[in-house]
């Protein structure tokens, strides 16, 4: 439930909802819109069913909500929200491209990768030191060796940083390298993991689960809102279908509508949405065309020699390329924005 305030309401009609609502044993988050205060109801709201909020002073409407997520909805907060990455913009109508290996694999490589992606434009340097590997024997990563690698890289050439972080005990480590905590697809619904990363304040890159509902996933992103976190930028990178031809189906239907129902920014991943480099530049460009906020995309010095993802890492050349694309789409947008 949340409680629109008229555009003139004072402080006092304000918080006579506030401490109303209080009184119940529920607790508020306020935002303050542009024109109207807006008060989200968080708790079991079924008590406050039978109060008529409309007949406070200042109050203009109360609005039932029936999803189960409420400050990530655009009712709640109907002005769209700018995620500030240490001064990196995300969702200001700029296209934000975050982009590295899959892998952090030693200091020379995530330097080479920061180097390539800085050249084609990318502001944030991506790359796994904690890998979420379907084998036990896979490559698990550098940990904090690579997080070191990863800062040093990205500080050397004034770039920001995005990594995973798989484990509730390693949050502190890896937020003091990390500009943002990536909570990757197999941890959608580590709900204890979600409210931890959640607790940082650090601005949260939420990748969707691999058989994620839309619904799930805004709720994911509610368990990191109700944190008092307002940092969330959700992260489209496909989902399982029957479909085998590709690695996952990148459902881009997902920009429009997460778009629709949140006021939270969101990326796409043509990487893991597709698995094949030589489609992730075709759908880096629908990912633009579809309004997303920017991308993550994996490249690498060398693809085929890579420790994971080599199959849909761009190389320096066709990344560049791409990037070039990128930036024809983001003029075609803007015009298409502006009518
Ligand atoms: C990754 O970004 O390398 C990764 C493991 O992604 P996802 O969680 O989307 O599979
Ligand atoms: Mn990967």
Same mark, same amino acid.
């Given at each position: ?25 529920? @607790? ?16 079991? %709201?079924?008590?406050?069913?039978? /109060? ?8 203009? #409407? ?25 001064? /990196? ?10 982009? &590295?290996?899959?892998?952090? $694999?030693?200091? @020379? ?31 698990? !990563?550098?940990? $904090?060796?690579?997080?070191?690698? +990863? ?13 995973? /972080?798989? @484990? ?7 937020? =003091? ?5 990536? *909570? ?13 990363? &959640?607790?940082? !304040? ?6 969707? &689960?691999?058989?994620?509902? *839309?619904? =799930? ?17 959700? +992260? ?6 029957? $479909?085998?031809? %590709? ?10 509508? +997460? ?15 597709? !698995?094949?480099? @030589? ?35 761009? #190389? ?9 694309? /990128?930036?024809?789409? $983001? ?9």
């Amino acid at each position: 439930m949340i409680v629109i305030m008229k555009a003139n309401a004072t402080k006092e009609q304000v918080d006579s909802i506030i401490k109303r609502v209080k009184k119940e044993g529920l @607790d508020v988050q306020i935002n303050q819109g542009k024109d109207h205060v807006v008060i989200g109801l968080l708790g079991d %709201t079924r008590k406050m069913q039978d /109060v008529a909020f409309n007949s406070y002073e200042g109050v203009e #409407n109360t609005v039932r909500i029936s999803n189960t997520y409420k400050l990530t909805s655009r009712e709640f907060h109907p002005q769209d929200t700018v995620v500030d990455v240490d001064g /990196v913009k995300i969702g200001n109508g700029e296209f934000v491209t975050m982009a &590295g290996p899959c892998s952090i $694999e030693g200091l @020379d490589q995530i330097r080479e990768c920061a180097r390539i992606a800085k050249a084609g434009g990318a502001q944030i340097l991506r790359g796994g030191a904690f890998k979420p590997r379907t084998s036990p024997y896979a490559f698990q !990563g550098l940990e $904090e060796e690579g997080l070191k690698y +990863i800062r040093q890289a990205a500080d050397e050439l004034g770039m920001k940083v995005i990594t995973e /972080v798989m @484990d509730e005990g390693h949050i502190d480590m890896v937020a =003091e390298y990390s500009d943002i905590l990536q *909570i990757g697809a197999r941890n959608m619904q580590n709900f204890k993991l979600l409210a931890s990363v &959640g607790k940082t !304040g650090k601005p949260i890159g939420l990748k969707r &689960g691999i058989s994620g509902t *839309i619904d =799930e996933w805004l709720n994911a992103a509610e368990y990191i809102a109700v944190q008092n976190n307002n940092n969330v930028i959700f +992260i489209e990178r496909g989902i399982r279908t029957y $479909e085998t031809a %590709t690695r996952n189906t990148f459902d881009l239907s997902a920009v429009p509508l +997460i778009k629709k129902l949140s006021h939270f920014p969101i990326i796409v991943d043509p990487s893991h949405g597709t !698995g094949i480099w @030589d489609l992730v530049p075709p759908m880096a460009r629908a990912g633009v065309a579809a309004g997303a906020d920017g991308m993550i995309v994996e490249i690498h010095p060398d693809p085929a020699n890579a420790w994971s993802d080599g199959p849909q890492s761009l #190389n320096e050349k066709t990344y560049m390329k791409m990037m070039k694309e /990128v930036q024809i789409m $983001e003029k075609a947008m803007k015009e298409i924005n502006s009518l």
